[in-house]
C-alpha cells in the first residue's frame, strides 16, 4: 500500500507541471489568435471606412493609422499580444484607390506568443483586405449615372432600417464606462447576454437602454453589411443620416 501511494505522489509530481505548462500554452496560444480576429475585424472596418471616403481626389494616406486604432475593441490585449502593440502597426503598401477603383489595405505586425518556461516566440503577420472603392455615381469610366437603387447603404442583422453612411452613430457605438448603481438610477436595465454577471462597473452606451459586464458582450457589437439598396427595398431609411 505504501508503495502504490508512492507511486502515485511520484506521477502526480511529474504529470501536474506537464499539464499545467501544456494548459498555460494553449492560453497564451487563444490569446494570440483572439488578438488576431480583434486585428481583422478592425482592418476589415478600417476598409470600410477608407472606401467611403474614396471619392476625394487625393484620398490621406494616413488615414489606416488615425482610424484603425479607433475599431479595435479589446486594446489590451492587442498591445500585449503584438510587438509594439496598436503603434507597432504598420500599412506599409496601402493603396488607397488603385487603377481599378480599389482600396487595398495591407496591416503588419509582429505576433508575439509568450509561453511560460520558453523563450517569446514571434511571428510577422500580414492582413490584406481590398475593398470596392465608393466613387459615387456616375464617376466610374464615363459609365452613365446610376439609379438610386443601385447606390450602396449600410445595414445591420436586424435589418430595420437602412444606412447611408458607415459612420451613423446608431452604427458606431459610443461606449461608456460607470458604475452599476449610475446605470441602474438612469433607468438601465440589464443586458440579456452578460447583465447577470455585473458587479461596480457596467458599460453602457448613448444609443442603448441596457448596462453590460463586458465591453466585449455581443450586445455591444454592430455586424454592418453593404449591400444595394434594391436588395433591401422595403426598410425604411435611418432618421439620422438619411436625411
Known sequence: MKNNLGSAVVEATLIIPVFLFAMLAIYSMCRCKLAEGIIYEAASETAE????????????????????????DNKELVNESIDGGIKGI?????????????????VNYTL?????????????????????????????????ECPDEDKYVYVTDNREVYHSSRNCTHLKLSIHQTSLKCAQNYGFSPCEFC??????????????????????CSGLKRTVYIVKLSEVSGLPACSRCCD
Open 195 to 216: 447583465g447577470d454577471k455585473a458587479e461596480n462597473t457596467v458599460y453602457i452606451t448613448d444609443e442603448g437602454g441596457r448596462y453590460h459586464s463586458s465591453k466585449a
Open 112 to 144: 508575439n506568443v509568450d509561453i511560460p518556461m520558453m523563450p517569446s516566440l514571434s511571428k510577422k503577420r500580414q492582413i490584406i483586405i481590398k475593398q470596392r472603392a465608393y466613387i459615387g455615381e456616375g464617376e466610374d469610366n464615363g459609365k452613365d
Open 49 to 72: 471606412y477608407m472606401a467611403e471616403y474614396s471619392y476625394l481626389d487625393e484620398p490621406n494616406i494616413l488615414m489606416p493609422g488615425m482610424v484603425m486604432s479607433q475599431y479595435i
Open 90 to 106: 504598420d500599412y506599409f503598401g496601402t493603396i488607397t484607390r488603385d487603377s481599378d477603383n480599389y482600396v487595398v489595405l495591407k
